[in-house]
């Protein structure tokens, strides 16, 4: 992917910053607070000038993306600057042979970056084992292919008589607090969604967001009930004096009802006690 843009100096701006606290951290250039830059985690090494602030805005000269992987061209008769942004899915080729490479060690193979309209995900093929323990063991060790990868979902095939028998998914979320031993082993596994061949034919995606959850109404302890309780004799209450005093509308009744009920919902609410059906 490439960006040409026109520029009259060799720094990128690249968004806010606040002054006083990267000027107390790392010092000043030429009276600017000074800002580390840095990529996959390692800090960009710094030749001349290095990236600043300068009225609110973070400048990084263009050679410190060089060592980012982008490649630079500099126009100097028309003052262009052309970027060559590296392409991810071959950077990542050979995180994929390495992984090939390690996951024969688990009798597993055939691990690929697939892509649907959600993104990437990492899919592998695992040898099922006669011990469901065994199996969870190669899973964790496979698990660690997440770390280095783009993906946030990996999708085990569980391999049995030369045909896919069932899948595990995993979430990158997960694995990076196990890897980091921040989850025991037994709670990753538990967090494990393990879909049928069934399951996955019917239009399963692995890597769909979540739906959001919808609000059911529920009650907890006493104090919810009795609210109910009031309720319920109140709304008889409001019925009588309704029918009292507009003998000759009943049909107005069905919304003088519905309004008193959206006032008890709201009261209902406030107490965290969920809605009325």
Request: with cysteine; proline share 5%; charged share 25%.
């Amino acid at each position: 992917m490439k960006i040409k843009y026109a520029a009259a100096s060799v720094l990128l701006v690249l968004g806010c910053a606040g002054v006083v606290q990267a000027s107390s951290l790392h010092g000043d250039f030429n009276g600017d607070p000074i800002v580390n830059v840095i990529a996959g985690g390692k800090k960009l090494l710094v030749e001349d000038v290095p990236a600043v602030i300068r009225e609110g805005r973070t400048l990084v000269p263009l050679y410190l993306l060089k060592q980012a992987g982008v490649d630079v061209k500099w126009d100097a008769d028309n003052y262009n600057v052309e970027l060559t942004l590296p392409d991810p899915s071959q950077s990542f080729s050979g995180n994929l042979k390495k992984m090939n490479e390690q996951a024969k060690e688990h009798e597993a193979g055939n691990v690929r970056l697939t892509y649907n309209e959600y993104g990437p995900y990492l899919q592998v093929d695992l040898k099922k084992a006669n011990d469901s323990n065994k199996d969870n063991d190669r899973i964790l060790a496979l698990s660690k292919f997440l770390i280095d990868s783009t993906a946030e979902t990996l999708v085990i095939d569980i391999i049995h008589l030369d045909d896919v028998a069932g899948r595990v998914i995993v979430r990158k979320a997960d694995a990076l607090e196990f890897h980091n031993k921040k989850l025991e082993d037994y709670k990753f596994v538990s967090k494990w969604e393990r879909a049928t061949v069934e399951k996955w034919k019917s239009g399963y995606v692995p890597n769909k967001p979540p739906e959001p959850e919808t609000p059911q109404a529920q009650y907890p302890g006493m104090a919810c009930r009795e609210m109910i309780a009031a309720y319920d004799a109140r709304v008889r209450e409001a019925v009588a004096n309704y029918n009292r005093n507009n003998p000759n509308n009943p049909q107005g009744l069905e919304q003088y009802i519905e309004d008193f009920k959206k006032g008890m919902n709201t009261v209902l609410k406030e107490a965290n006690c969920g809605l009325l059906e």
